[in-house]
């Protein structure tokens, strides 16, 4: 029988780190540069260190050191540290 690798998708992240808002923000933006997902990917929430992830399956808020992820399809997805490592491993090229 026949095997497959499943193809493997490039992926940008970051991790909150509790005050690089800012740097996710602009990971945020599409393809197009459409700006209207920055205000609806996040909200800054009193807490200086709560961020809301707002995903296709629901708002994720993020803890210290989870990571956000967009994929090749423009989807975003959040990723605790651990779940982060055993699923991507770092590209230095594209």
């Not at 780190?17 to 197009?32: P, Q, S, T």
Request: with cysteine.
């Amino acid at each position: 029988m026949p095997l497959f690798l499943k193809k493997p998708n490039y992926v940008e992240a970051l991790p909150w780190v509790g005050f690089n808002a800012e740097d996710i923000r602009k990971l945020c933006i599409d393809d197009d540069d459409n700006s209207v997902l920055v205000g609806n990917r996040f909200q800054l929430v009193s807490d200086e260190y709560a961020l809301i992830v707002h995903t296709e399956t629901g708002d994720v808020p993020l803890n210290l050191g989870d990571w956000v992820v967009k994929d090749d399809r423009g989807s975003f997805r959040c990723y605790t540290p651990e779940l982060f490592e055993a699923t991507f491993n770092e590209c230095k090229e594209f």
